[in-house]
């Protein structure tokens, strides 16, 4: 098993070829109407209130209450890029990814199709896991290293490595380690580092595959924790749409939130039937008390309030991946009771 740097290339012709196949499978019409919502999640228990709506149907419960009938498509797909790309293509309605794709495509579509935040999944600590010794912090690494992670200088796990390295040697290096990243999805990248001897020895991942790694693996080990970047608990995947479909279905978007407010309570109160739901929604082989202990971990919450965004943001647009400077959460996420008072 080897991944060389210049499969770059290749691994994203793969994940666009594979969601361009999935969303062209899924619609054949450039917009959902109200009724109708299909969501883009990627892998890992992050989306676990995803996977208890779909599970319990929470959606077309709530959607029912406030007199819609909604049909739902859940759609899985790999890395922000191809998760923004559907999301603008109209083939999705809610895009699930990273804040650092959210805000990248808020900047980019500011003043047109106007995407913006619906919701958080979650405070969740991400990991940057090494099977390499010699790696003990990010100034460790070498142009011998490849850091695995969902998509080179645009995930949110890019973006927050970004943000380190500006800590570490000044904004003006913040991309230092960009050179050194590899686009691959997380189980690809979670069994490289448990098995070893590939030129990926660094996996910048999400749960459960975090833990996966530093159990599978006793070279495995705890380089960097987002929580420590970004200053304590964080909301680092989070939900987002287009003004057009808020406006356009605005049922079926509040019987959306409904339905992810109802998970999110669902789960802090009720974690092994939330362990239990993602195991069977996610079809995986996973130890049930590794994803147990990821669910009962203290410094997971489960809220949909989003939680230390926007010095993430502040930070992209003062080294200039950002055009546009977020002032406050309103900004770049729709108004919401349940999100106010978020940042």
């Known amino acids: 098993m080897s991944f060389k740097p210049q499969r770059r290339s290749t691994l994203a012709a793969i994940a ?5 196949l999935i969303t062209g499978l899924a619609s ?6 109200e009724g109708e919502l299909r969501i883009a999640q990627q892998f890992g ?19 029912k209450a406030r007199g819609v009938d909604i049909k739902v498509q859940f759609l899985q797909l790999s890395g922000g890029s ?34 913006k935040g619906v919701a958080s999944l979650g405070n969740f600590p991400y990991l940057l896991v090494s099977n390499n010794p010699a790696v003990k912090t990010i100034a460790d690494f070498t142009e011998k290293d490849r850091i695995a992670l969902p998509a080179v200088g645009a995930s949110v796990q890019s973006r927050i490595l970004q943000l380190a390295s500006a800590k570490q040697w000044g904004d003006a290096q913040f991309n230092k380690l960009d050179k050194l990243q590899v686009a691959l999805p997380h189980p690809e990248a979670a069994a490289a580092i ?18 996966q790694e530093l159990a599978g693996n006793p070279k495995s080990h705890v380089v960097l924790n987002s929580y420590d970047v970004q200053g304590g608990p964080a909301a680092a995947t989070v939900l987002y749409a287009t003004e ?15 339905a992810l407010h109802e998970a999110a309570q669902f789960a802090q109160a009720n974690p092994e039937q939330a362990a239990d739901i993602y195991l069977k929604v996610s079809g995986g082989k996973q130890d049930r008390k590794l994803v147990l202990d990821v669910i009962r971990n203290p410094q997971v919450q489960f809220t949909v309030q ?38």
């Open 244 to 258: 057009k479909f808020k406006n356009n279905s605005p049922k079926t978007y509040r019987a959306f939130l409904d």
């Open 16 to 20: 666009t070829a594979s969601a361009l």
């Open 82 to 115: 191809a998760v923004n790309d559907a999301l603008l293509s109209g083939n999705v309605d809610i895009a699930g990814a990273g804040v650092g794709p959210l805000f990248t495509l808020w900047d980019r579509t500011k003043g047109k199709q106007n995407v």
């Open 45 to 63: 228990i992050v989306y676990l209130l995803l996977n208890v709506a779909q599970e319990q149907k929470l959606i077309e419960k709530h959607g």
């Open 306 to 343: 989003p939680q230390r965004t926007l010095a993430l943001g502040q930070f992209l647009h003062r080294v200039g991946a950002l055009k546009n400077n977020p002032a406050q959460l309103g900004d770049y996420f729709f108004d919401d009771p349940r999100v106010a008072g978020g940042n």
């Open 194 to 211: 448990i098995k070893g001897g590939t030129e990926i020895n660094a996996h910048f991942a999400s749960p459960p595959f975090q833990e």
């Open 28 to 33: 054949t019409q450039a917009q959902a109407k």
